[in-house]
């Protein structure tokens, strides 16, 4: 039984790498052999061709590249500084109505994005019409609804909750107050948990597309994950090292998280 699992787990691994392995591989391929008919793993002359072109001549890719990076980074940061915070007055903290803001914080993290769009367009046409301060065709449209995401909030809540509430009352009898035991016990112990809601934020926003195409109008906006469908389209014989170049940063976010992942199982069936 244990042979057969190992067997239909190396054809599903196997079914995902296929299009990874093949994107690679024609990445190195010579412009030629690229319009050639057939699906084809393997050059038939190894060659950085699609590299030089698209770094020399293609600059643009990495306008769109950075576009990427300041997005996500932007609401990497804010989700993990209020996602914490946040996540620890409801675990650990008593104030009036906690449990039925709670509830509403994940209904919201059920409600798809297309359900929050209008209010979202309503509320920043509001800001710009009160504050003159322009969200529409700005990152700012898709930062402040990715920092203000409850999913954060509810994925940290669950690993503070196993704290054991005697490491906090024994550091009350010590004297410490909330920043205190937030700083010194809370964090340190959800730190892989942080680190989870790093990547999946990460795949997340990196991957953005709809959200792109609906509030940025400014082409020279776009995040790389929309100019990759351009690239393909307009500059086939640099789309493969484009999108390699493109997950790169994915596999290693997700190599360098592998060890957090690991002790956030274990921390999360902490009593």
């Known amino acids: 039984m244990k042979r057969i699992l190992l067997c239909l787990v190396g054809i599903v691994a196997a079914i995902f790498l296929i299009p990874v392995i093949n994107t690679i591989t024609n ?31 293609k600059g643009e890719y990495f306008k769109f590249f950075l576009n990427s990076i300041k997005l996500t980074g932007f609401i990497i940061v804010g989700q993990v500084i209020i996602g914490v915070i946040t996540a620890f007055a409801f675990a650990k903290m008593k104030f009036p109505g906690r449990d039925w803001i709670f509830a509403i914080y994940i209904l919201v993290a059920l409600l798809p994005f297309q359900v929050t ?43 503070i909750t196993n704290i054991p509430n005697e490491l906090i009352e024994a550091a009350r009898i010590d004297g410490a107050g909330d920043m205190r035991i937030f700083f010194r016990i809370v964090l340190p112990m959800v730190t892989p948990a942080v680190f989870i809601l790093v990547m999946l934020t990460f795949i997340d926003y990196w991957n953005v597309v709809e959200q792109a195409f609906i509030f940025l109008d400014t082409p020279g906006r776009f995040p790389l994950s929309v100019f990759l469908e351009d690239i393909y389209y307009e500059d086939f014989e640099v789309f493969y090292s484009g999108a390699v170049l493109y997950f790169i940063p994915a596999i290693i976010i997700f190599l360098k ?9 274990g921390l999360g069936g902490l009593k």
Do not use: C
Not at 257 to 265: F, H, P, R, V
């Open 27 to 57: 990445s190195f391929m010579a412009t030629e052999q690229l319009y050639t008919s057939g699906l084809q793993f393997l050059p038939q002359r190894f060659n950085i061709q699609q590299y030089y072109i698209l770094t020399v001549f």
């Open 117 to 159: 769009l209008v209010p979202n367009t309503i509320i920043f046409n509001a800001l710009e019409r009160t504050l003159s301060f322009r969200i529409i065709d700005t990152h700012w449209s898709i930062i402040l609804p990715g920092v203000f995401s409850s999913f954060g909030i509810f994925l940290l809540k669950q690993f």
């Open 257 to 265: 998280g592998e060890k957090y992942l690991t002790e956030s199982i």
